[in-house]
Structure formats: structure tokens, C-alpha cells
């Protein structure tokens, strides 16, 4: 596959709009993830991604990416800043300073920066962290659809650890973590920090830079490619509209995917806990789909289906809820009663469909007592 790059404004929107939907209602903000690339691209700094056959097998490579509930929330005035103690911001680019702090305490030549996921906010994020650092990006991430738990990554499953890892936020908190017991300890202790982080600005990032891999083990536990269909996705959706032509099934083409569903969100229930937000989006069936309905169980993430109450589609496969004329991606913080969607499904990495992968992503990781069943043989 050849390297990539973005050059213009318009492809930037097309990458960010692929990424929304592969980040299944995740996968953070997207105004934050477009603002990011176009303060390069409007100074003329192409954004580029590097396959994985150029990056030699020793250089060593890390990923960093945002922790957070991706739940509504009101920011903090600045006297409620300062009186609580967080004052004004104090680094513009936490992932930068996160990937400079794990470099400075590892004593490492970081070259190469790996997405943990794509997603309109957490792509651009580490990619904006490259560009700047003037480090590879990869085409390719961690789990090739967003998740809400880095224990859910398929560098995770393997066995590799995210510590050392150095964490950093707009309020200059900086933290070193040498050790946790377990990816799930190491999850919650990031997500515990992030309730401080975004606190007073529900965008502020909490950045972590880890997993830190020579190149060799990184191209054994990443999704190849999936900048590249990001952007094809983006693309195609954009160019169905444009051609008044059918964008949900100009969207299914490109991701070898389903229409599994179209009606209107009649409830959305939801609350921000942990660090995440958990929640249920409810759908009553149009057209094809009319007297049918759909549910949607999320945290952070679209993980459960069921449709007219029977388990349908669960993760690892992909859930995505897209505006039913248009195909434009909705995360579930944008999700709103009364919009009228299509909802779609893709099979996930087949890494995820062994004993492992199921037990880090399966419905019952989720604790649900339902037994996963390959999106293609549901919809079959």
C-alpha cells in the first residue's frame, strides 16, 4: 500500500468524517480532530502517513492518544479554574509533551508514532503530534475501530504493556507510569486522571504516550491501512452526495458493510461515569424497517444491538449510526432525539474474533450473557 498524504482542506474534512465513522459513536471530537489538521494544512504542511513496509524493524515507535468520557459536559469558567487550583492552560500540545517526556525518561530515539485508534479525534491527535515532532506516522492503529479501553487493543491482547508511559495535560499535571499490574489497572488510572484533566474543559486532553514497541513487534499488533480507508471513506461519502447518489450504500461498498437498520432516535438515556459515557440510544423503524425497532447499548462506543428486543449485532464488529440521507458520521455526544438515521455494521479484525480478543471486546466484557455471533452470519 503507498504512503498518503493530506493536502487540502477538503481532504482533511473527508479523513475526519472517515474516522468518525470508524470510530463507532467514539473515538473523540471531531471539531478538535479537524482543528488540528488545518492548522497545518493552512500553513502549507502536508500531513503524511508512511506504510508499514518503509518503517525499519528497530526503529522504535509509540502511540499516544486522549483518555476521556466523551459525555456533554459545561466548561469552567476561569475563576472556577483558579479557584479550584487548575489556573490557565499551560501546554498547547499535551501529546507532544507526552511523547517528549516518555522519550526523555526512557532515554529512547522515539521515530514513529502509532494511532490507538481511528477516530475523528484520536487520529489526529497523534498525527498532529508527528507532524510537529517531525516523527513517522503509520498507516495503521491499535484495533482498527474505536474502543473505549486500552486493554482492548490488539497490542494489549498480545501481551505487551502500555507502561512506561508518560501522561501530560493542558494544566501541565505531567506523571510517569512505571508500573501497573494489569492493562485494566493501567485503563482505569488513566481514566481516573482524565476526570481530573476534563474537568474544567471537557476537550482538554489527557495524553498518554505508550506502549513503546520496536517496529518489528508494533507491525505484528496493528490494523494495517486504516488511514487510507479513512480518507476513501470520507471521500466516497462526500462524492455520493455530491452526485446525488445513494451515500449509505456508497458507505457499505467501501467497508465491505451492511445497512442493518434506518428509523428516528426516539430517546437517547445516557450518563458520564468512570471516566466514560455509558448510555442507550433508542430507534423506531422507517421505511423498509417500519413497525420494527432498534437499541443501542454504548460506553463511549456502540457495543450491543437489539433489534425488536432479540440480540442482533454486538461488538467487536463495528455499530456506526449515520444520518439516513446524507451517511454523515454521528459520535454519540452529537446522537439527538429526532434525527433520522441509518444504522451500519462491518466485521472487525478477525484478531478480535479469537478467544482472546472476544474476552477483551466480546458482549460479555461488557457484561452482557450473550454469545457473539459474526455480524455476517446475522445479517445472513
Not at 525499519?56 to 479557584?83: H, K, N, Y
Request: charged share 20%; hydrophobic share 40%; net charge negative.
Amino acid at each position: 500500500m503507498p504512503d498518503g498524504a493530506i493536502y487540502t482542506e477538503q481532504e482533511a474534512e473527508d479523513f475526519v468524517r472517515g474516522l468518525m465513522l470508524l470510530g463507532t459513536g467514539g473515538g473523540g471530537d471531531p471539531e478538535v480532530g479537524l482543528r488540528n489538521l488545518l492548522d497545518h494544512i493552512r500553513a502549507r504542511r502536508p500531513l503524511r502517513w508512511t506504510d508499514l513496509s518503509s518503517v525499519p524493524d528497530d526503529a522504535w515507535t509509540c502511540s499516544v492518544f486522549g483518555m476521556g468520557s466523551i459525555a456533554p459536559q459545561e466548561s469552567l469558567s476561569a475563576e472556577e479554574r483558579r479557584r479550584l487550583g487548575y489556573g490557565e492552560v499551560r501546554v498547547e500540545y499535551p501529546m507532544v509533551t507526552a511523547v517528549e517526556e516518555l522519550a526523555h525518561y526512557t532515554g529512547l530515539d522515539i521515530q514513529v508514532i502509532v494511532a490507538f485508534e481511528p477516530g475523528a479525534g484520536n487520529t489526529p491527535g497523534p498525527m498532529d503530534a508527528a507532524a510537529r515532532l517531525g516523527l513517522t506516522f503509520v498507516d495503521a492503529d491499535y484495533a482498527g475501530r474505536a474502543i473505549p479501553e486500552l486493554s482492548q487493543t490488539l497490542v494489549a491482547i498480545a501481551g505487551h504493556n502500555l507502561w512506561p508511559a508518560a501522561i501530560c495535560d493542558p494544566w501541565d499535571n505531567r506523571l510517569i507510569l512505571k508500573s501497573a499490574p494489569s492493562a485494566q489497572i493501567g485503563e482505569r488510572l488513566g481514566k481516573m486522571i482524565s476526570i481530573v484533566t476534563q474537568r474544567p474543559d471537557r476537550l482538554g486532553t489527557c495524553a498518554h504516550a505508550g506502549f513503546l514497541l520496536p517496529a518489528s513487534e508494533m507491525k505484528n499488533n496493528v490494523v494495517a491501512g486504516t488511514l487510507t480507508l479513512a480518507l476513501r471513506l470520507g471521500t466516497a461519502i462526500r462524492m455520493a452526495r455530491e452526485r446525488q447518489q445513494d451515500a449509505l450504500k456508497a458507505t457499505t461498498d467501501v467497508l465491505g458493510g451492511w445497512l442493518l437498520f434506518t428509523g428516528v432516535v426516539t430517546r437517547k438515556d445516557w450518563e458520564s461515569r468512570d471516566g466514560y459515557m455509558f448510555g442507550t440510544t433508542f430507534i423506531d423503524g422507517t421505511g423498509a424497517f417500519a413497525s420494527h425497532t432498534y437499541r443501542i447499548w454504548f460506553q463511549n462506543e456502540n457495543h450491543i444491538v437489539w433489534h425488536d428486543d432479540v440480540p442482533y449485532v454486538t461488538s467487536p464488529d463495528l455499530i456506526m449510526v449515520v444520518d439516513q440521507a446524507t451517511a454523515e458520521p454521528y459520535t454519540n455526544t452529537a446522537l439527538a432525539t429526532g434525527q433520522r438515521v441509518a444504522v451500519l455494521g462491518a466485521k472487525s479484525d478477525s484478531r478480535y474474533r479469537s478467544e482472546a480478543g472476544l474476552a477483551a471486546l466480546g458482549p460479555k466484557h461488557f457484561g452482557f450473557d450473550l454469545p457473539y455471533r459474526p455480524i455476517e452470519s446475522v445479517v445472513a
